[in-house]
Nanobody, 123 residues
Framework: QVQLEESGGGLVQAGDSLRLSCTAS??????????MGWFRQAPGTEREFVAA????????YYADTVKGRFTISRDNAKNTVYLRMTSLKPDDTAVYYC??????????????WGQGTQVTVSS
């Protein structure tokens, strides 16, 4: 069973940067390299799409709210996907989840999920 584990979250001030990592372990994705996505969920809200990247890293997609500030990338040799977050705002405060599946903005198309990492941005 494939497991995803996020790291890199923390408490930062507005304007700071963070890099989240998500590493896959424990098996393979049945012989294919899946698209990877980052989602986030703040208290009392639904899980929302942040960014996604295709299997090779050649195509990336972003939510309008993070476009120009966040960058998704991946290193397939390390089974790791990254989310570089800059110019952080208090509204970016949430639990960030990585997911593996079909490249889409809908969380329902990602069958594999990590446990999440908390990002808190103070004003």
């Amino acid at each position: 069973q494939v497991q995803l584990e996020e790291s890199g979250g923390g408490l930062v001030q507005a304007g700071d940067s963070l890099r989240l990592s998500c590493t896959a372990s424990g098996g393979t994705f049945s012989g294919y390299v899946p698209a990877m996505g980052w989602f986030r969920q703040a208290p009392g809200t639904e899980r929302e799409f942040v960014a996604a990247i295709n299997w090779s890293g050649s195509n990336t997609y972003y939510a309008d709210t993070v476009k120009g500030r966040f960058t998704i990338s991946r290193d397939n040799a390390k089974n790791t996907v990254y989310l570089r977050m800059t110019s952080l705002k208090p509204d970016d405060t949430a639990v960030y989840y990585c997911a593996a599946g079909a490249i889409t903005r809908s969380p329902t198309n990602y069958p594999f999920w990590g446990q999440g990492t908390q990002v808190t941005v103070s004003s």
